[in-house]
Antibody, heavy 120, light 107 residues
Framework: QVQLVQSGAEVKKPGASVKVSCKAS????????MHWVRQAPGQGLEWMGW????????YYALSFEGRVTMTRDTSINTAYLDLNRLRNDDTAVYYC?????????????WGQGTLVTVSS | DIQMTQSPSSLSASVGDRVTITCRAS??????LGWYQQKPGKAPKRLIY???SLQSGVPSRFSGSGYGKEFTLTISSLQPEDCATYYC?????????FGQGTRLEIK
């Protein structure tokens, strides 16, 4: 079955960068788009963008443009989220979510989440 | 951006009750909407896609309806394990946007 396993929690200082990984199993990463969504403590869900792992094409929400990079390594079935120039309000759980086969814009299977804490 | 307004923001209901949650879009989004359930400390789980299609493995007490601007998620007979926060997500336009969530508690 499809499983997305994300890397462990991170603590970063303001201004630093973080890289979160999302390893897919049960399917070939390049076959489906991957979305990234975040959730600040006690808050709702915020969509960040997607990557087409087959081509490497990406689409980022405007609010993250210039600070976010989504990449992938198809040889190890893993997608990555890089966020730089971290601020305190980037503290959140970051999720990867696979787009479904019928419409790549519909997230269906989710990773367990990675808590990123930004604090001086 | 397309704004998704969910109501109510929270509700309390009894086991066996029929529960309805509404999502309104700031512009028409056809049927490009999904519903997600999130339990504390867990990742969201998709319940409904394309506004009214039930995700495989999801109990049939969950149903979705709507087209254009107004959508509903209905739980026909509330169960204790349905205690969670529910979100709608539109994927008609960029950026994809979620409703603010509806926290459902069991009386």
């Amino acid at each position: 079955q499809v499983q997305l396993v994300q890397s462990g929690a991170e603590v970063k200082k303001p201004g630093a960068s973080v890289k979160v990984s999302c390893k897919a199993s049960g399917y070939t990463l390049s076959a489906y788009y991957m979305h990234w969504v975040r959730q600040a403590p006690g808050q709702g869900l915020e969509w960040m963008g997607w990557i087409n792992p087959h081509s490497g094409d990406t689409y980022y929400a405007l609010s993250f443009e210039g600070r976010v990079t989504m990449t992938r390594d198809t040889s190890i079935n893993t997608a990555y989220l890089d966020l730089n120039r971290l601020r305190n309000d980037d503290t959140a759980v970051y999720y990867c979510a696979r787009g479904d086969s019928g419409d790549y814009l519909r997230p269906v299977d989710w990773g367990q989440g990675t808590l990123v804490t930004v604090s001086s | 951006d397309i704004q998704m307004t969910q109501s109510p923001s929270s509700l309390s209901a009894s086991v066996g009750d029929r529960v309805t949650i509404t999502c309104r879009a700031s512009q028409g989004i056809r049927n490009e909407l999904g519903w997600y359930q999130q339990k504390p400390g867990k990742a969201p789980k998709r319940l409904i896609y394309a506004a009214s299609s039930l995700q495989s493995g999801v109990p049939s007490r969950f149903s979705g309806s709507g087209y254009g601007k107004e959508f509903t998620l209905t739980i026909s007979s509330l169960q204790p394990e349905d205690c969670a926060t529910y979100y709608c997500l539109q994927h008609h336009g960029y950026p994809l946007t979620f409703g603010q969530g509806t926290r459902l508690e069991i009386k």
